[in-house]
């Protein structure tokens, strides 16, 4: 079946440092790829999003590329600040499945000034 | 503002009372879902709507049942609310059955006693 596999956290690092957080999925055919936010406090917000082989999400610093050869999308952003600190989850959506989307477990970053 | 607005956003409940949660958007979005999170399961679907008209179970939809009251409005309601039922509630939307993601609500934390 369809399942999303992230990185366990917390990661934390210091401002500035080069963040990436890992995202492996397993599906047959071409789902589309999602990354959500969640501050404190707050519900997800849609990060970036990739719909096929080889494209690029990008949504404030943050970056990532659909990688069907390994089944990965994984999070990087160059120069993290402290307000980035939130709860991070990868998706799978897959027409088949009524785009209903599969979810990672989430991964909490904590960034320190 | 646009979005999806969730009410209440906090409420605390007797074993065995009963509560409605509400949700509406005004994004024009045909398909909504409902949601819980809980620490270390991420999110589970509980029931969603497709189009207005329609509603089908999710992954753990047991103790709930909701009403698409319109285009606008899906409800989830606890008949007889559990202490396994404290959680965080959130309404989501999408267009397109989800393809290019969801917008979600705040929530709302429940706690049952």
């Known amino acids: 079946g369809n399942s999303v596999t992230q990185m366990e956290g917390p990661v934390t690092l210091s401002e500035e440092a080069f963040l990436t957080i890992n995202c492996t999925y397993t599906?047959?055919?071409?789902?589309?790829l999602f990354w959500y936010v969640q501050y404190p406090g707050e519900g997800l917000q849609l990060l970036l999003k990739a719909t096929k082989a080889d494209d690029k999400g990008s949504n404030k610093g943050f970056e990532a590329t659909y990688r069907k050869e390994t089944t990965s999308f994984h999070l990087e952003k160059g120069s993290v600040q402290v307000s980035d600190s939130a709860v991070y989850f990868c998706a799978l959506a897959k027409m088949d499945s009524n785009y209903q989307l599969i979810w990672g477990a989430g991964t909490k970053l904590i960034i320190k000034p | 503002n646009a979005g999806v607005t969730q009410t209440p956003k906090f409420q605390v409940l007797k074993t065995g009372q009963s509560m409605t949660l509400q949700c509406a958007q005004d994004m024009n979005h045909n398909s909504m879902y409902w949601y819980r999170q809980d620490p270390g399961m991420g999110l589970r679907l509980i029931y969603y709507s497709a189009s207005e008209g329609t509603t089908d179970k999710g992954e753990v939809p047991n103790g709930y049942n909701v009403s698409r009251l319109n285009k606008r409005e899906f409800s989830l309601r606890l008949e007889s609310a559990a202490p396994s039922q404290t959680s965080v509630y959130f309404c989501a939307t999408s267009q397109d059955r989800g393809s290019y993601g969801y917008t979600f609500g705040s929530g709302t934390r429940l706690t049952v006693v």
């Open positions: 599906a047959t055919g071409y789902p589309s």
